[in-house]
T-cell receptor, first 117, second 115 residues
Framework: DQQVKQNSPSLSVQEGRISILNCDYT??????FLWYKKYPAEGPTFLIS?????DKNEDGRFTVFLNKSAKHLSLHIVPSQPGDSAVYFC????????????????FGQGTILTVHP | DSGVTQTPKHLITATGQRVTLRCSPR?????VYWYQQSLDQGLQFLIQ???????AKGNILERFSAQQFPDLHSELNLSSLELGDSALYFC??????????????FGPGTRLTVL
């Protein structure tokens, strides 16, 4: 049962344009959402997060939007740069049914972003 | 550099063997998490320790075990290895306050290959 889904395995955009990465979740107990970026042969690097009490959070070129009613979040990168090319993972945490999770992250499958010069 | 260190970087072993993966969290972090990333899979949570105590368990096989030592480093022990255990194993750590509202900082991973 995949509780966090990234339905687009890959995304290709032109340098300077907007990249939009999407993520859906099914568990209504999730209350904190994160985006990680991962280069080959490296561990995931934290990018940006949002708690369920907000619907938007910005950090420089990165903005995360949360739509709780749709159980959907998205990461916008504007403008996209070739150095942004990586795998992006959406992750969620919160108190799950049956007990506390204390920050355990549930990850999506990842989306490979390629930004062309 | 996240400040989380993992050793070894690569490990090649045979089926039936036992290996130990090591992780040192960031200075000051009390929580350590272990994740497995198999081919074409997202990261799967295995287990969490907080200040030496087990806090949460995910889909961790009975052949796998972990512990966190008084100096807060953690070890993941994998025994009776099977071909399907080949994967990247990541360790992460997070700040000491008990909350689900915290980022986790990941190490570079250990790539395990079982032949």
């Amino acid at each position: 049962d995949q509780q966090v889904k990234q339905n687009s395995p890959s995304l290709s955009v032109q340098e300077g344009r907007i990249s939009i990465l999407n993520c859906d979740y099914t568990n209504s107990m999730f209350d904190y959402f994160l985006w990680y970026k991962k280069y080959p042969a490296e561990g995931p690097t934290f990018l940006i997060s949002i708690s369920s009490i907000k619907d938007k959070n910005e950090d420089g070129r990165f903005t995360v939007f949360l739509n709780k009613s749709a159980k959907h979040l998205s990461l916008h990168i504007v403008p996209s740069q070739p150095g942004d090319s990586a795998v992006y993972f959406c992750a969620a945490s919160g108190t799950t049914a049956g007990g506390t999770s204390y920050g355990k992250l549930t990850f999506g499958q990842g989306t490979i972003l390629t930004v062309h010069p | 550099d996240s400040g989380v260190t993992q050793t070894p970087k690569h490990l090649i072993t045979a089926t039936g063997q036992r290996v130990t993966l090591r992780c040192s969290p960031r200075s000051g972090d009390l929580s350590v998490y272990w994740y497995q990333q198999s081919l074409d899979q997202g990261l799967q949570f295995l287990i969490q320790y907080y200040n030496g105590e087990e806090r949460a368990k995910g889909n961790i096989l009975e052949r796998f075990s972990a512990q966190q030592f008084p100096d807060l480093h953690s070890e993941l022990n994998l025994s009776s290895l099977e071909l399907g255990d080949s994967a990247l194993y990541f360790c992460a750590s997070s700040p000491p306050w008990m909350s689900s509202y915290n980022e986790q900082f990941f190490g570079p991973g250990t790539r395990l290959t079982v032949l």
